[in-house]
T-cell receptor, first 113, second 113 residues
Framework: KQEVTQIPAALSVPEGENLVLNCSFTDSAIYNLQWFRQDPGKGLTSLLLIQSSQREQTSGRLNASLDKSSGRSTLYIAASQPGDSATYLCAVGSGGGADGLTFGKGTHLIIQP | NAGVMQNPRHLVRRRGQEARLRCSPMKGHSHVYWYRQLPEEGLKFMVYLQKENIIDESGMPKERFSAEFPKEGPSILRIQQVVRGDSAAYFC???????????FGNGTRLTVT
């Protein structure tokens, strides 16, 4: 059974810093890995999707890497801004979509102005 | 270019009543997923549907819960004889197919009194 762990559970940093969020998963037989952000009382916004054959994906100030063999992914946020404050969720797809995504519990990020 | 639409946003039911949650996927998406988020918990997969078919319901409780995605109209998650433990945020997501990014709605927050 796939398990996804995110560290740290919470993080507070001053504006402008670069930061790294970590995600680990127990079963390396994955199809893809997706990072989301969730704002309070809202749904999830997809940030980046990495297919199992890829090593990283970039979108603006965000870069996500995937090391399937070690069961790890990182989300790198450059030059953090207060608007980046949210909960960041890592989710692993293990069954080609057939059995949904397995989510971590998230990292609650606060960027201090 | 509407995203995934869920309604109602908030639903209050007394114990023993029925709850019906609706989800309209993004245009062009034929795959629908339902997730549940309990307080202080991560999102848990419930069910994966394509038009008129349930593909995977391994995350769905065996009793009182059912889901459908008819040929016409939204996907419906139905909870019969609700109990307090059913109180949660229920999220719907849609995609073009397996291995494609999931797009989430803003969720329905069910409160059972």
């Amino acid at each position: 059974k796939q398990e996804v762990t995110q560290i740290p559970a919470a993080l507070s940093v001053p504006e402008g810093e670069n930061l790294v969020l970590n995600c680990s998963f127990t079963d390396s037989a994955i199809y893809n890995l997706q990072w989301f952000r969730q704002d309070p009382g809202k749904g999830l916004t997809s940030l980046l999707l990495i297919q199992s054959s890829q090593r990283e994906q970039t979108s603006g100030r965000l870069n996500a890497s995937l090391d399937k063999s070690s069961g790890r992914s990182t989300l790198y946020i450059a030059a953090s801004q207060p608007g980046d404050s949210a909960t960041y969720l890592c989710a692993v797809g293990s069954g080609g979509g057939a059995d949904g995504l397995t989510f971590g519990k998230g990292t609650h990020l606060i960027i201090q102005p | 270019n509407a995203g995934v639409m869920q309604n109602p946003r908030h639903l209050v039911r007394r114990r023993g009543q029925e709850a019906r949650l609706r989800c309209s996927p993004m245009k062009g998406h034929s795959h629908v997923y339902w997730y549940r988020q309990l307080p202080e918990e991560g999102l848990k997969f419930m069910v994966y549907l394509q038009k008129e078919n349930i593909i995977d319901e391994s995350g769905m409780p065996k009793e009182r819960f059912s889901a459908e995605f008819p040929k016409e109209g939204p996907s419906i998650l139905r909870i019969q004889q609700v109990v307090r433990g059913d109180s949660a945020a229920y999220f719907c997501a849609s995609s073009r197919g397996p291995n494609s990014p999931l797009h989430f709605g803003n969720g329905t927050r069910l409160t059972v009194t």
